[in-house]
């Protein structure tokens, strides 16, 4: 029975693992979208320490107005904080975290649409 528990928790690791390194992908790529439609983003790649990059990433995007949103992912866990004018608005962890994530670049994507519209482009 033990031994069946630990074969779980190995395959939880690697999994966890996995959907590190896809967020760390995904946060260059939209860092690197945004870069491109004129929005501040940076997003920064750590390594493991054994040469391997994509065990975490620090992605930051700064949204107008003094308003910035912290994407923090790594093997320690995933966290995001909004904040306006330096002080934190909404901190939120885990799979709260990367829906809000979807829900900014949902937004920004959708913005983009809008603004790039022949009907908005017509006035």
């Known amino acids: 029975m033990i031994l069946g528990s630990l074969s779980v928790f190995l395959r939880l690791s690697e999994q966890y693992r996995s959907v590190v390194q896809d967020l760390v992908m995904s946060l260059q790529a939209l860092a690197f979208s945004l870069k491109k439609e004129g929005i501040t983003a940076t997003c920064y790649v750590c390594d493991d320490g054994e040469g391997r990059n994509g065990s975490g990433a620090s992605f ?7 308003h910035m949103v912290r994407f923090l992912v790594s ?7 909004e904040s306006r004018n330096g002080r934190e608005l909404v901190k939120f962890e885990g799979a709260e ?5 979807q829900r900014i670049a949902s937004n920004l994507q959708g913005s ?4 790039s519209s022949p009907q908005s482009l017509q006035g």
Do not use: C, K
């Open 75 to 81: 093997d320690f866990g995933i966290s995001w904080v």
């Open 112 to 115: 983009r649409r809008t603004t």
């Open 60 to 66: 930051m995007a700064e949204l107008g107005d003094q």
């Open 97 to 101: 975290a990367i829906q809000e994530l």
